[in-house]
């Protein structure tokens, strides 16, 4: 993308600095709403870390290299903002091999309960144990009913949906106390409750029983998501989703201003660029992390109302814990497991060495210093679901798109070592979890590019920092928080209502960092935008 001219106009009604997707949904609305907005982004393009990319050179395949599906993204903010996308829901949920026999595993598919009770007991050789899955999702279906719709309106108070939901014991299990006894009191079987603890983990660096809860807040936004909890893949990659966005917001009138990067940040509204230039606006919202919002305020405490509910500079500081290896493969890999077939294995998650035992010795490893062996991860296969993302040439000849989410990752582990040595050895954990429950090993299965080189990339939380500016790689800009607001809350300003507060009046959160921030949902970039009309229209 040629870099924008710089446009005649330099006092906005609105400034946003970085410009992710939550970025743009807050210019759309804005510009919309006949508001004058600006949105300044230090790379060549938009959409942060929701983008398609052509990770190699002549090769026609277009990934998304850091976020890669979508659960949170309300159908409101699509229809408000008249986005033209497909999200596409997958048949199968998850598939997990026993990790102690690996030629035996549980295929959930949400089209056929039989054999998924089946698989179960193959897999558990419990026969209960289906029933008893089905039973704890189905138990937190009305706090997904009840919650979601609420995500794009102003704050309720905690005490207000513990009386609308109606179970005390729900609520006591979830809220109030560690993840893993929930799981453990629901769920007879290692594996099963495995599968059920990983939502919890997703970028979340956790022991199934953390007291601090960061698993329990994380679980719940991973099975809330358009009120069921199912997770969609976008038809073109998440470029689609961030692309139909900048379109949205341009055609509204907001300026999309990249290769711009943003030196400072005052309260009143002055923000300056590399080079000298001022931009002035009534208002700044920040697409970027609270950490590096605080680092353009001077250092000041930027993010008293964030996603953690602390500033930068106190309490839980970002950190991000996962690894991502993406991979172009010449066709599926062939399975252990026999009785199950690769295009059904993955095309949901796979879930590999993630029994609830295994996720927390791998938390223990890490916290010791070590890169845990074997490695949790998740495998997704988008171009089962949406073979747009390939080329002609590559759908003709069976080419598949592997990506594999590695858990329990902390960016310690990266940052203590040397970065290239530190992506060498996560590559060689993921690649090792991979084979042992594979029937052939991965790399005989990954194509290999013009130049010779094999298709596979690994981005780690240091990649995340450096290509992106997410401080210590952390996808969610910090600590999430519960997607409601603490009975004791003061509420009487738009921003506090809206949960997009900093220390400064003029200065609003709209990011992941914002309350109810986190994963490709917009609804960060909604909720500030709603505080920001609020404001101006004093």
């Not at 993204?73 to 990790?99: C, K």
Request: glycine share 10%.
């Amino acid at each position: 993308m040629p870099e924008a001219p710089a446009p005649a106009r330099r006092t906005y009604d609105v400034a946003i600095v970085g410009g992710g997707h939550n970025a743009l949904v807050a210019a759309a609305y804005l510009a919309r709403a006949g508001r004058s907005v600006v949105v300044l982004e230090r790379l060549d393009h938009v959409g942060g870390a929701a983008v398609s990319e052509r990770p190699w050179a002549d090769v026609d395949a277009h990934l998304s290299r850091y976020s890669y599906l979508v659960s949170l993204l309300p159908r409101q903010i699509i229809d408000d903002l008249g986005l033209r996308l497909t999200l596409l829901r997958r048949r199968y949920s998850s598939y997990t091999p026993d990790p102690a026999d690996t030629t035996r595993g549980i295929l959930v598919d949400t089209q056929d309960a039989a054999a998924t009770a089946a698989s179960f007991m193959r897999a558990t050789g419990d026969e209960a144990e289906a029933g008893r899955f089905a039973a704890f999702y189905d138990r937190l279906a009305p706090l997904a009913r009840l919650l979601f719709p609420t995500v794009t309106e102003p704050l309720t108070s905690a005490r207000s949906i513990r009386e609308r939901l109606g179970d005390d014991r729900l609520w006591s299990e979830l809220v109030e106390q560690p993840l893993g006894g929930m799981v453990r009191g629901a769920l007879a079987t290692d594996l099963a409750r495995g599968i059920a603890l990983t939502d919890g983990l997703i970028g979340t660096f956790a022991a199934a029983d953390e007291a601090d809860l960061r698993q329990n807040r994380c679980f719940l936004y991973h099975v809330i998501g358009g009120g069921t909890g199912d997770w969609d893949v976008p038809v073109g990659g998440m470029g689609a989703v961030s692309g139909e966005l900048a379109r949205a917001a341009r055609e509204a009138g907001a300026e999309l201003r990249t290769r711009v990067e943003v030196e400072s940040v005052t309260p009143d509204g002055e923000v300056t660029l590399a080079g000298g230039e001022h931009v002035h606006a009534r208002l700044v919202l920040s697409g970027v992390g609270p950490a590096v919002l605080a680092r353009l305020l001077g250092g000041s405490d930027a993010a008293s109302g964030g996603s953690a509910g602390t500033a930068p500079t106190g309490g839980a500081q970002p950190e991000g814990a996962q690894v991502k290896v993406n991979m172009l493969l010449r066709r599926l890999p062939r399975l252990r497991d026999e009785r199950v077939a690769a295009e059904a294995a993955f095309a949901g998650t796979f879930h590999i060495n993630e029994t609830l035992t295994q996720l927390d010795a791998a938390h223990a490893a890490s916290t010791a210093g070590r890169v845990p062996d074997p490695l949790p991860a998740e495998i997704y296969c988008h171009s089962l679901t949406d073979p747009t993302i390939l080329g002609p040439d590559l759908r003709a000849q069976g080419a598949q798109t592997l990506t594999l989410f590695g858990l329990q990752v902390p960016h310690r582990l990266v940052a203590r070592a040397d970065r290239d040595a530190a992506r060498s050895e996560l590559l060689a954990a993921a690649r090792g979890s991979l084979d042992s429950v594979l029937a052939e090993p991965i790399d005989d299965c990954v194509l290999v590019a013009p130049d010779g080189s094999p298709c596979i990339e690994v981005r780690t939380t240091a990649d995340l920092e450096d290509d992106l500016g997410m401080t210590s790689g952390d996808i969610f800009h910090g600590p999430l928080s519960w997607p409601w607001a603490d009975d004791a809350d003061v509420r009487d300003s738009p921003a506090r209502r809206w949960g997009v507060q900093t220390e400064h009046a003029t200065v609003l959160l709209c990011g992941s960092g914002a309350r109810r921030g986190g994963a490709v949902s917009g609804i960060g970039g909604h909720n500030a935008a709603m505080a920001a009309l609020e404001i101006l229209d004093r």
